[in-house]
């Protein structure tokens, strides 16, 4: 990999400058610093886009940063349990945050989809800042702070959220659309893979940074409990390869009982056997997207796919046929930009009736088919982990030849990537960090450590 240093001095130095300071105190990272187009709420720290920023500042020793984030996003988390049943749920955290400047104070202010487009809710914050703790935990060497009573709160807080009973009885959430980085309708709503597998990450991270004392227990005993179904859920009835497919393809409907193997009563006809009999190869396999009653998303997300693997939720097997699927449909999934936020696009019908009419989200657009370079670190992190280190570099030397020259792109559209997203902004924060990062792992697999369960 020949990345010349100069050019990561310079990504290293635009990262710092979109610094946000509280008190003089850094707190965060813009999302965006594009000049030429009007923020709106690009100019906030959205704790999704924080994640990969906040690796980097960890591994360059910069634990300030992280910390305050951390500690500054707990006190912005909903406590206190409405009397009315109206206002937002306890635990939950802001998609994003702005420092107000007002009379000589500053204040600190989320936004839990109250003001975001389409209202929608950010129900990964909380498992993100779960991510981020435990990451701090990991690079420091040190657990204090996540066994501080008020971070021992948070986290019972967010686990109660996540696990408390509902109108649902499988171990997964259930959500709206738009409940993720993709966070506009695309038709995932129900149980979509990237919050199950953040979901699991977040169990396993609370199993580990929660003490064993007795104001823990029933949570301790709650989350333990989850693990294994979720796993076996999500291992059963979410992976796809030839095998599975064919079972699926050949399923008898309308089975009543506790025996019935189609459990969830999926019509093949819904299934779009014939171009994945096609796409899927003999050695390749990956989570669907989402299920539900008669509804198997047979869409290949990358976050949760991903995702799988850095949360320990694949098999080794699973892991290496997720690779070959990424190696063998390199043009579909990969193209000129790592990577596809989700293979394949919807169209026509489907485009309107699931997205709304989105022309955001136009066929190969922004989140229906576009490519996002963030998506680059959770790559890399996935391809190291089950030993396929060329996955990582080709990835990184496409990416390298663009990214920089063309102003750090916060996605890119067209059936491979090949087109500067038509409303991307650039000086996306998380594409520079995401590009620092993945390097950082690359050259540094040690790190891993911090991002593996
Ligand atoms: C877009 C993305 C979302 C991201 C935000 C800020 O809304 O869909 O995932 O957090 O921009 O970059």
Redesign the pocket.
């Known amino acids: 990999m020949g990345t010349e240093n100069s050019l990561l001095n310079k990504a290293w130095e635009t990262l710092e400058n979109t610094i946000i300071y509280y008190y003089d105190n850094p707190v965060g990272t813009v999302?965006?610093s594009d000049p030429s187009v009007e923020s709106l709420?690009?100019d906030?720290c959205?704790?999704?886009?924080f994640v990969s920023s906040a690796l980097v500042f960890l591994i360059k020793g910069k634990t300030d940063i992280v910390r305050n984030f951390l500690q500054q996003t707990l006190k912005l988390q909903i406590k206190e349990r409405q009397l009315d049943f109206l206002e937002v749920g306890r635990g939950l955290m802001p998609?994003?945050f702005k420092v107000v400047h007002e009379k000589g104070e500053e204040y600190l202010i989320g936004d839990f989809g109250d003001r975001?487009?389409g209202r929608v809710t950010p129900v990964d914050s909380c498992l993100w800042w779960l991510f981020v703790l435990r990451a701090y935990v990991k690079a420091t060497g040190q657990s204090s702070l996540a066994h501080q009573p008020d971070f021992q709160k948070g986290i019972r807080l967010i686990m109660e959220l996540c696990l408390v009973a509902r109108f649902d009885m499988y171990p997964t959430i259930l959500v709206p659309d738009g409940a993720?980085?993709?966070?506009?309708r695309m038709g995932i709503d129900g149980h979509p893979l990237e919050i199950q597998t953040l979901f699991y990450y977040a169990l396993r991270t609370a199993k580990e940074l929660l003490l064993p004392n007795q104001e823990n227990a029933y949570i301790n005993q709650a989350v333990e409990k989850r693990l294994k179904p979720l796993a076996n859920h999500l291992q059963q009835h979410y992976w796809l390869d030839l095998d599975r497919l064919t079972e699926i393809y050949r399923y008898k409907g309308e089975e009543y009982g506790e025996s019935a193997l189609n459990q969830f009563n999926i019509y093949s006809d819904s299934i779009p056997y014939d171009a994945l009999s096609r796409w899927l190869t003999e050695t390749g396999g990956y989570f669907a997207g989402n299920l539900g009653p008669s509804q198997l998303d047979c869409r290949f997300f990358s976050l949760g796919n991903l995702m799988a693997v850095l949360s320990g939720l694949t098999t080794e097997k699973q892991a290496q046929e997720l690779m070959n699927l990424i190696e063998d449909r390199w043009e579909d999934l990969i193209g000129t930009m790592p990577m596809k936020i989700c293979f394949p696009a919807l169209k026509g019908r489907d485009w309107e009736m699931l997205t709304g009419c989105d022309p955001k989200n136009r066929p190969w657009s922004?989140?229906n088919g576009g490519n996002w370079p963030v998506l680059l670190w959770m790559l890399t992190a996935a391809a190291l982990q089950s030993d396929r280190p060329n996955i990582a570099s080709q990835a990184i030397d496409i990416a390298a030849k663009r990214l920089p020259a063309e102003e750090w792109p916060?996605y890119y559209d067209g059936k491979n990537g090949r087109l500067l997203g038509k409303e991307a902004?650039k000086y996306?924060?998380?594409t520079i960090a995401g590009f620092l990062l993945a390097i950082e792992l690359q050259e540094n697999p040690q790190y891993l450590s911090w991002i593996i369960c």
């Open positions: 999302a965006a709420n690009y906030q959205f704790i999704r886009d998609a994003s975001a487009i993720c980085m993709i966070d506009r922004y989140h916060e902004r996306q924060t998380w």
